[in-house]
Each structure stands twice: as structure tokens, then as C-alpha cells.
């Protein structure tokens, strides 16, 4: 086999696949994490390692002003393995990497101010301290190699990876909880996960880049980076905005509530990201596509990628939104002693996976169509609603006020972007998404909330939830395809992968058949 064929780019329905299945893969294992390492810590060691964790996330996002989709859309019209490749990696991580051990410092004289004074746990400050270190050392890294898996489409290598990672997080949590069952255990844990990944990703990386090319590459690399930047520096606000609404609910109940409540507030929360994990993992194979075609002058292929991904991703988001959202009580019961009271928030946060896919969907549409711009003032709008909202709504009502706030930020930030968008695509998406295709969606979610809710309610424990992740399942499929959710295309879509599958079982059966020794039937 040619170089040229081990290496060339997936196509855009691969990639979207793996994409899916590592986002399913992660967000079942995720689930089982959770509920593992709720019950071998408890829900106050939950709480603490939510707040240690929170400079992180904050650092994670506010050290970025969004050079990774910049360098997506700069790498995506290049070959795998061309030396430029390396030359604009290397550039954007030298950056990335002085900009986030830079916000990694700052973030350690703050979080010793707040841990210190409103948060008033000042015990804390020291493995929020070494959880920022892994971040710089090791998270971050890995991160921007990602960068480079995604520009090329490679969902399966990530799915490895990414599979790596979780079940590396899952048993060095347990492991540590023998030794060290507190929140020194968790960050441990966190910390080793992403150094194993990272090496995985090291040892993957060689196939879609060169690890070492002519200096003169490095340097054109380094030229090429203010150009780079200039666009990414448009998205920084709104990534910053972003990354403020994700992470608000953990800070506005550390100042406000208690640390149970944090820790409550975390496992519920913790259940929506890993969904929202299939926003990033499906968007690294979305992005790249719809610059290509977008380049190409395929303005209906733009829209048609654009419109499929946004419905198959609410579609696969919403399943499990109304499956746990129905068996709320029974899913946080699962946890243990004192994590009942995120009950009333979780069908909410389940919510925000879905709206945040479609609200990101668009925003790479604006990207790819040369307008970061809009996104950053759409987002700015969302962290506003989000923080005004969640003070407020907390203060009054507690977890679920501040689910309540989740949701109308991304619901504004969806709708003006939806707003935005239709002024500048040349094929409107209600061509492709049509009223009835939506009225199914909604339909089947709501059917398979009210299933759920009965049998997690008339079944008890473990059972209920079982019992409620299943029919909830056939409910939301049955009221899907029989309301019209499936379009012709789906249909023919899968049709041809039923046909893939024969035509790949029967090659599969010829090889075999010549590769066995002569007379092998008759022995």
C-alpha cells in the first residue's frame, strides 16, 4: 500500500461516525466513572475536587485566544504529512504553550485570593495548584495535538486515544482511592490520564505529521503565525465568554451554597459535558469539511453538511436528555448519599449538550464563512444571560436556578445565530431540515421523558433506571421514525452502509478463501 494511501484524509461520513462512536463510548464509560468514583469518595471530596478542578477550566478556556480553529482552517487544504503541516504546529503550539503557562500563573495568585477569602477554603489551594500544572504540562500539549488529528478527519485515531484516556482516568481513581481517598487521589488521577494520552497521541501523530522537517519550514511556520493569530484573535472574545458560561455554575454555587451542593451541582453537571463531549469530538470532522466545500464553491454541500450535522447531533443529544432527564431521581441516586438534590436540574442541564451543538454548529458555519466577528458578540450576549440569569435565579432557588440559566444562554445564543446565519447561506436550511423533521424530534423527546419518568418512578433503585434507559429508548425511536423524523436521504444513507457492510463481509470471506492451503476442505 502507497504512502499516499495510509495517510489520505477520511472522508467526512468516516470521520462523523467514529466521531459519534467515541462520543457514545465516552459518554457510557463517563457514567460508570461517575458513579464509581461518587461512590468510593463521597459527595463532599466530589465538591472539593470540583472547586480545585475550577481554575483549570477557567485557564482552559481563557488561555486561548482560538489559534487551534484558526490553525484547522489554515491546515485543512493541505496533504497529511506536507512539512507545512509541522511548520504551522509547531508555531501555534510554541504560542499556545507561552500563553497558557503565562494564564496558568496568573490563575495561581488569584485562586490563592479567592480560596482564600469568598470560596473560604483555602485548604484547596494546593491541588488546585497542581491540577493547573498538569494543564500546562500535560492537557494543553495534547490538546493542540488534536488540532491536527481533526484537520484531517481522524476519528478513528481519536477514538483510541480518547477511549485511552477515560478508562486510564477510571482506574487511576480507583486505584488512589486505596491510598489516598480525598481530593489529592482525583487530581492524581485526572493528572495521570492525560499523560497517558498524551504519549498515545504522540505515537499516533506520525501518520498526518512529520515530527521533524527542515528548519526552513519552522521558520515560514513562524511567519505564517501573525496571520494565523489576526483571525483567531476575532473568536478570542466569544471563547472566552464561552468557556466563562460553561464554567459559571461551579463558581456562582462555590460563593453561594454549600460544598455539597458544589458536589451535587458536579455529578449532574459532569453527566451533561461527557454528552457535550460529542460537540467537540463530531466538530473536529465538521469544521475542515465545511471550509472545503466552501472553498470548492459547493454552496449546497456546505449547507447540506452543515444541516445534517446539526440534526443528527440533537437527534443522538436529545435521546439521552429525555432518557436521564426522565429518570432524573433514580440517575442521581445512583451516586449516593446526598447528590438527590441536583434532581430538579438535571433534566435541564441534559438540555444544554443539544442546544450548545446546534449553537456551535452555526458558529463554524460564520467561521468557515469568514465572519468570527458575529460569534464572539452572539457568545458575549450568552455569558451575559448566563451570569445575570444565575446569580439571580441561585440565590432564589438554588441548583436549579442556576440550570434554568444554562439553558436560556444557549437558547438566545442558538437563536441569534440562526438569525445571523440565514442572511448568509445561499440554500436556507428549512430545505433540509424540514417542520415536520423537527416536530418528530420534539415529539420523540417528549415521549421518551414521560416513558422514562414512569418506570423510574414505579421501579425502584438500579432497576428503575435500567428499566427507564430502555423503554425511554424504544419510545424516542418509534415516535421518531413513525412522526417522520427519518428524511429520504437517511434512508438511502443507510441503505448504502447496509450495502458497505455486505460487500466488505464478502470480500473479507474471498480473501480468506484464497489465503486457505489447498486441500485444507478435505483434511
Request: charged residues 15%; contains cysteine.
Amino acid at each position: 500500500m502507497s504512502r499516499r494511501a495510509t495517510t489520505a484524509r477520511a472522508s467526512f461520513r468516516e470521520g462523523f461516525a467514529f466521531a459519534g462512536l467515541s462520543s457514545v463510548a465516552g459518554a457510557c464509560l463517563s457514567l460508570v466513572s461517575g458513579i464509581v468514583v461518587a461512590r468510593l469518595y463521597g459527595i463532599d471530596t466530589i465538591g472539593a475536587f470540583a472547586l480545585a478542578a475550577a481554575p483549570s477550566g477557567a485557564v482552559w478556556f481563557l488561555s486561548s485566544v482560538r489559534e487551534q480553529p484558526a490553525l484547522v482552517r489554515a491546515l485543512a487544504p493541505l496533504e497529511p504529512r506536507d512539512p507545512r503541516v509541522t511548520g504551522l504546529w509547531v508555531a501555534v503550539f510554541t504560542f499556545s504553550q507561552a500563553l497558557t503557562t503565562v494564564a496558568a500563573g496568573a490563575a495561581v495568585g488569584l485562586t490563592y485570593v479567592v480560596f482564600n477569602g469568598p470560596i473560604d477554603h483555602p485548604e484547596l489551594f494546593l491541588p488546585a495548584v497542581v491540577a493547573l500544572g498538569s494543564t500546562v504540562v500535560l492537557s494543553n500539549p495534547a490538546w493542540n495535538l488534536d488540532t491536527v488529528f481533526g484537520a484531517f478527519r481522524a476519528g478513528r485515531q481519536l477514538f483510541w486515544v480518547r477511549l485511552n484516556q477515560s478508562v486510564s482516568y477510571l482506574v487511576f481513581a480507583i486505584l488512589a482511592s486505596f491510598v489516598m481517598p480525598t481530593v489529592w487521589g482525583l487530581v492524581a488521577a485526572l493528572a495521570a490520564s492525560w499523560a497517558t494520552s498524551l504519549l498515545h497521541r504522540l505515537v499516533r501523530i506520525g501518520r498526518w505529521m512529520r515530527l521533524v522537517v527542515p528548519r526552513a519550514q519552522v521558520g515560514a511556520g513562524f511567519r505564517a503565525l501573525p496571520g494565523v493569530l489576526r483571525f483567531a484573535l476575532k473568536l478570542a472574545p466569544g471563547f472566552v465568554a464561552y468557556g466563562a458560561s460553561a464554567e459559571s455554575g461551579t463558581w456562582i454555587l462555590g460563593i453561594t451554597a454549600s460544598v455539597p451542593a458544589v458536589g451535587a451541582w458536579n455529578r449532574a453537571w459532569m453527566f451533561a459535558q461527557r454528552l457535550q463531549d460529542v460537540n467537540g469530538r463530531v466538530f473536529d470532522m465538521v469544521l475542515p469539511t465545511l471550509v472545503e466545500r466552501r472553498r470548492s464553491g459547493d454552496h449546497e454541500g456546505f449547507t447540506r453538511a452543515l444541516t445534517d450535522s446539526m440534526r443528527y447531533l440533537a437527534t443522538a443529544l436529545l435521546l439521552p436528555a429525555a432518557v436521564g432527564g426522565g429518570a432524573a431521581a433514580g440517575v442521581m441516586g445512583l451516586f449516593g448519599p446526598g447528590f438527590a438534590r441536583a434532581d430538579n436540574a438535571l433534566p435541564l442541564l441534559l438540555l444544554v449538550p443539544a442546544l450548545v451543538a446546534v449553537a456551535t454548529l452555526q458558529a463554524h458555519a460564520l467561521l468557515a464563512l469568514d465572519r468570527p466577528g458575529r460569534i464572539s458578540v452572539l457568545q458575549v450576549a450568552r455569558l451575559v444571560t448566563t451570569l445575570g440569569a444565575g446569580v439571580a435565579l441561585t440565590v432564589w432557588i438554588g441548583i436549579t436556578g442556576m440550570a434554568v440559566a444554562m439553558v436560556a444562554g444557549c437558547v438566545l445564543q442558538a437563536g441569534l445565530q440562526a438569525r445571523v446565519l440565514g442572511g448568509d447561506l445561499v440554500v436556507p436550511i428549512r430545505r433540509l431540515w424540514t417542520p415536520r423533521s423537527v416536530f418528530a424530534l420534539v415529539a420523540a423527546y417528549a415521549a421518551a421523558f414521560a416513558c422514562a419518568r414512569l418506570l423510574d418512578a414505579i421501579l425502584p433503585g438500579v432497576a428503575g433506571v435500567l428499566a427507564a434507559g430502555g423503554g425511554g429508548t424504544l419510545c424516542f425511536v418509534a415516535v421518531l421514525v413513525s412522526a417522520g423524523g427519518l428524511l429520504p436521504r437517511d434512508r438511502e444513507r443507510l441503505a448504502d452502509l447496509r450495502l458497505r457492510r455486505v460487500r466488505t463481509a464478502s470480500r473479507y470471506a474471498e480473501e480468506r478463501r484464497l489465503l486457505e492451503p489447498q486441500g485444507a476442505g478435505q483434511q
